[in-house]
């Protein structure tokens, strides 16, 4: 798996880490509400017990207790808010923080207001610190910004020959701060592992969903060549018992046609499917994408002479991040396409340019065109059928699936739309990525 994560074990994609928090917000609401609901009213009940205990130089346990019932009731608040809600809210975080935040405040004031006398200020730092990192859900960011602030407080304001003396002081600082790093360590590891899984179930999800058009798409496109092959086989063979030779020549005939129209089938069968499979960006190089147009140009160029059709095409060089040999086909697909409906002595326009952050490709015919109608169904994936060409060509029904799917995995861009006289304009915006001068 190629590196997705940053220093904090959250996913450097700030699209892929929303979409990995709200996959995990109703599992996990009730666990965020009631472990801060009881890390509060835990920490009311030490102030409680415990303040009343202690000598307090600048106000006075009162005063604290008050800003604990305030972090209580900001729990509480929080529950009834977004209890109900089904969707991750928007400031979740800065909730979370704002709790976290709030009792290492409190917990700074109390040393300070003690002058650092309180011999339960260690313990009670190590138990906030295990709480922020192994029990309450949030950013790992701002429980170690409370943590170090734990640690700071209890080597500076705690009076170490009031309490420890000098030397044990310095020793329970520097094992606080140890335990700070193996549970910040722990907590990485962890939040890492939690988003490995997730996209690896995602990668999976993909792949199934993948696997299922590939199956659908052969069981519907496959089996009615194999019927035809099935059926003038058996129309030969009594053809054949008849002595009727012709009948069986014009059913070889047909059987050759139809392995050529499956043949060409499963090429892009094959295709369709590696673009579907393919997950990353493992196979993208820093390549010229006019030596893709070029590959293109050079595929269709036989049958374009066939038809007499003219390819003019005008590109200039752009060198970025792009799978060659999938954008490739696409454009093959692309050309193909406008030959097929080309009529004869007819002119293909092949023009390339970089404008901007896209490099733009578009691809002009002389053919019978399309209604708004069929490109708005293009557009949507809607509509993928056969078409006969200018000529009776048959085509598979999966070259502009092909074509979408390789423009989507590359964030690019189809339009299609009718020229003013005749034709239709073909034109993909692939965007710069990565570039490198031509």
Not at 216 to 233: E, F, W
Not at 359 to 384: A, Q, S
Request: aromatic share 10%; with cysteine; proline share 2%.
């Amino acid at each position: 798996m190629e590196k997705r994560f940053n220093f904090w074990g959250t996913l450097e994609s700030k699209e892929l880490e929303r979409e990995f928090l709200n996959s995990k917000w109703n599992e996990n609401k009730n666990y965020i509400f009631l472990t801060y609901f009881l890390c509060c009213f835990f920490f009311l009940l030490a102030g409680v017990f415990g303040d009343f205990q202690r000598a307090f130089h600048i106000a006075s346990a009162k005063d604290l207790l008050l800003f604990r019932v305030f972090l209580l009731m900001i729990s509480m608040v929080f529950f009834v808010i977004y209890g109900r809600v089904q969707t991750r809210p928007k400031y979740l975080e800065l909730w979370l923080d704002a709790m976290k935040y709030l009792s290492t405040a409190i917990i700074v004031l109390l040393t300070f207001c003690t002058q650092g006398t309180s011999l339960t200020l260690l313990p009670g730092s190590m138990m906030m610190v295990i709480g922020f990192y192994m029990i309450l859900p949030g950013r790992i960011f701002s429980s170690t910004i409370c943590a170090l602030a734990l640690m700071l407080n209890f080597l500076f304001l705690q009076d170490a020959r009031l309490t420890y003396g000098v030397e044990v002081h310095r020793y329970m600082a520097f094992m606080l701060f140890a335990i700070e790093v193996l549970l910040c360590t722990f907590k990485i590891k962890h939040d890492k592992w939690a988003r490995g899984e997730f996209i690896s179930q995602k990668e999976l999800d993909g792949l199934n969903s993948a696997k299922d058009k590939i199956l659908a798409t052969i069981g519907h496109d496959v089996r009615s060549p194999l019927v035809i092959m099935l059926s003038r086989a058996e129309s030969s063979l009594i053809s054949l018992e008849n002595n009727e030779l012709d009948k069986v020549k014009k059913s070889q005939e047909i059987i050759m046609r139809t392995v050529l129209k499956l043949d060409g089938m499963l090429s892009d069968i094959v295709n369709w499917a590696i673009s579907e499979l393919q997950q990353g960006r493992e196979s993208r190089s820093f390549l010229n994408i006019e030596e893709s147009i070029n590959e293109a140009v050079e595929f269709n160029f036989e049958l374009a002479k066939e038809k007499m059709i003219n390819i003019k095409k005008n590109t200039t060089p752009c060198k970025f991040l792009y799978e060659h040999r999938m954008v490739s086909i696409c454009f093959r697909n692309i050309i193909s396409n406008a030959v097929k409906f080309s009529p004869g002595n007819s002119t293909i326009e092949i023009n390339g340019e970089r404008v901007g952050d896209h490099y733009i490709l578009r691809v002009e015919d002389e053919g019978p065109g399309m209604d708004e109608e069929l490109i708005t169904k293009i557009k949507r994936g809607e509509n993928f059928n056969r078409h006969p060409g200018t000529e009776g060509e048959m085509g598979t029904g999966l070259g502009l699936r092909l074509v979408r799917n390789v423009l989507d995995k590359h964030g690019a861009e189809m339009e299609l739309s009718p020229r003013e006289n005749k034709g239709m304009s073909f034109i993909v915006k692939f965007p710069v990525v990565g570039e490198k001068n031509a």
